[in-house]
């Protein structure tokens, strides 16, 4: 391990956007931290990481569970030092009438998509306070800003998300901890989109060059967010293809 590496923390590290932030932020020197509930998935993500020369390791950690996260922050911090980042990149994007949005969806879906946040953040605030530094980022959607018809339940907790976002860059940013919030308004170029759009009786390999984002330019503008000078910090960045409507 090298000395002195800053650490990143990705909860929610799945298959695109959370790949390509382990990948941008350990090419640029940072140990990273995949985090997933399903940990063995990134075994093979873990070891390109590694054979080009970068520092990663994966766990399993359902982020829902505020033991598995007090758990797993404190054990990064003392087997591999000081968090530096920590990005709470969870799902739950599910659509459902509201008729059949029952009591356990719109729970589960607060959970992964908001709870989750919080207990992340607030576990890296726990240790960025002392410090007088660090970033919490926070991955928003479309339904950050507007509920679309069938999304009460998403739409639901990923504004309380940008809510959390609000209030924490509110009360840590004068303590030098830099908190943003990322809306993402555009389909991501995911395995998960392209059968929604199949399912919509299209072909996603027909699409216009950019019409679906590239999670590596998820990634970039995190990086940008974390590189920022703080006299010209930014909390909301919304993202989007050049062609999307909005």
């Given at each position: 391990m090298?000395?002195?590496?800053p650490?990143?923390?990705?909860?929610?590290?799945?298959?695109y956007i959370?790949?390509a932030i382990?990948r941008?932020?350990a090419?640029g020197?940072?140990?990273?931290?995949?985090a997933?509930?399903?940990?063995?998935k990134?075994?093979?993500l873990?070891?390109?990481?590694e054979?080009s020369?970068?520092q990663a390791?994966s766990y399993s950690l359902d982020a829902?569970?505020?033991?598995?996260?007090?758990?797993?922050?404190a054990?990064?911090e003392?087997d591999l030092?000081p968090?530096?980042?920590v990005?709470?990149?969870?799902?739950?994007n599910?659509?459902?009438?509201i008729?059949?949005?029952?009591?356990?969806?719109f729970?589960?879906?607060?959970k992964?998509?908001c709870?989750s946040?919080f207990l992340?953040g607030?576990?890296?605030a726990?240790y960025m306070?002392?410090?007088?530094?660090?970033s919490?980022f926070f991955?928003g959607a479309?339904?950050s800003?507007?509920?679309?018809?069938g999304?009460?339940?998403f739409s639901?907790a990923?504004?309380?998300?940008r809510?959390?976002?609000q209030s924490?860059?509110?009360?840590l940013?004068p303590?030098?901890?830099h908190v943003?919030?990322l809306?993402?308004?555009s389909?991501v170029?995911?395995?998960f989109?392209?059968?929604?759009?199949?399912?919509r009786g299209?072909?996603p390999?027909?699409?216009?060059?950019?019409?679906l984002?590239?999670?590596?330019?998820?990634?970039?503008?995190y990086?940008?967010?974390?590189?920022?000078?703080?006299d010209?910090?930014?909390?909301?960045?919304?993202?989007?293809p050049?062609?999307?409507?909005?």
């Open positions: 090298k000395k002195n590496s650490v990143c923390v990705i909860v929610g590290a799945g298959d959370g790949a382990a941008r932020f090419a020197g940072f140990i990273v931290c995949l997933r509930r399903n940990g063995e990134n075994t093979a873990v070891s390109e990481i054979a020369g970068g390791y829902r569970e505020e033991d598995q996260i007090i758990e797993r922050f054990s990064i003392i030092g968090i530096e980042i990005i709470s990149n969870t799902g739950g599910v659509n459902f009438p008729l059949e949005t029952t009591e356990r969806v729970y589960k879906v607060w992964m998509a709870l946040g992340s607030r576990e890296a726990k306070l002392p410090r007088n530094r660090g919490i991955t479309t339904a800003l507007r509920g679309s018809s999304f009460a339940a639901s990923k504004f309380g998300l809510a959390l976002a924490m860059a509110r009360e940013g303590e030098n901890i943003a919030h809306v993402i308004d389909g170029d995911t395995a989109v392209r059968e929604r759009i199949k399912n299209e072909d390999d027909t699409l216009p060059a950019d019409t984002m590239d999670p590596k330019s998820v990634a970039d503008s990086w940008m967010l974390h590189h920022q000078s703080r010209a910090w930014t909390h909301e960045m919304d993202i989007r050049f062609a999307e409507k909005f």
